[in-house]
Structures are given as structure tokens and as C-alpha cells.
């Protein structure tokens, strides 16, 4: 059973940053993209950042040179570091990875993050 679990979310001041991991289990991830999204309360979820098996990376507009994305196949893990942060980073942050199927997805329970102005 595949198993994301993420941490290191937490509250920041703007201008701060913070690191977030996200560790999978369950499953073979090297061949999957993961990355993360991110859902204020009332909005959608959004795609923040996300890496596939190639190393290939995407990045939403507004977090582009502030956010990197990477993952380390050797511990099934994937980081966002966030520097820079504004107050509208403030969202719960979830981890995913793609599965084998077309459109299969997993997910992770989500870290809050939250950046004081």
C-alpha cells in the first residue's frame, strides 16, 4: 500500500523560509513524478511544483525563483525548499506521486504552512 508522508511544514514569518519532505512507501517511485500542491481555504488545489523521472521540473508562476523542487530516488523522498515566503504561501501543502495507471494518483494528509505577514 503506497504511503506518502509529509513533514516540515509550520509558521514563518515572510520572508522566511521552510523545507518540506515528503517520504513514500508502498511502491516503486523512481520511474513516477511526485511534487507537491498546495489548497488555501475556499480555493481550489493548486500544482506548486512537481518532478518527474527525469528530473524535469515545472513550476507554478508565483513560485517560480523563490521554490526548488527535488527528489532523492535513493530514499523514495521529494523536498520543496520555500524561501522568500509570503503570506499567500499560507495553504495546506500535499505531496503526490503518480501511479501506474493513466491518471491514478497518491496522496499525502498535507502540512499546514503558514508565512505571518
Known amino acids: 500500500q503506497v504511503q506518502l508522508v509529509e513533514s516540515g511544514g509550520g509558521l514563518v514569518q515572510a520572508g522566511g523560509s521552510l523545507r518540506l519532505s515528503c517520504a513514500a512507501s508502498?511502491?516503486?517511485?523512481?520511474?513516477?513524478?511526485m511534487g507537491w500542491y498546495r489548497q488555501a481555504p475556499g480555493m481550489q488545489r493548486l500544482l506548486v511544483a512537481t518532478?518527474?523521472?527525469?528530473?524535469?521540473?515545472h513550476y507554478l508562476d508565483s513560485v517560480k525563483g523563490r521554490f526548488t523542487i527535488s527528489r532523492d530516488n535513493a530514499k523514495d523522498t521529494v523536498y520543496l525548499q520555500m524561501n522568500s515566503l509570503k503570506p499567500e504561501d499560507t495553504a495546506v501543502y500535499y505531496c503526490?506521486?503518480?501511479?501506474?495507471?493513466?491518471?491514478?494518483?497518491?496522496w499525502g494528509r498535507g502540512t499546514q504552512v503558514t508565512v505571518s505577514s
Open positions: 503526490y506521486t503518480d501511479g501506474p495507471a493513466p491518471d491514478q494518483y497518491y
Open positions: 508502498g511502491g516503486i517511485f523512481s520511474f513516477s513524478s
Open positions: 518532478v518527474n523521472s527525469m528530473g524535469q521540473t
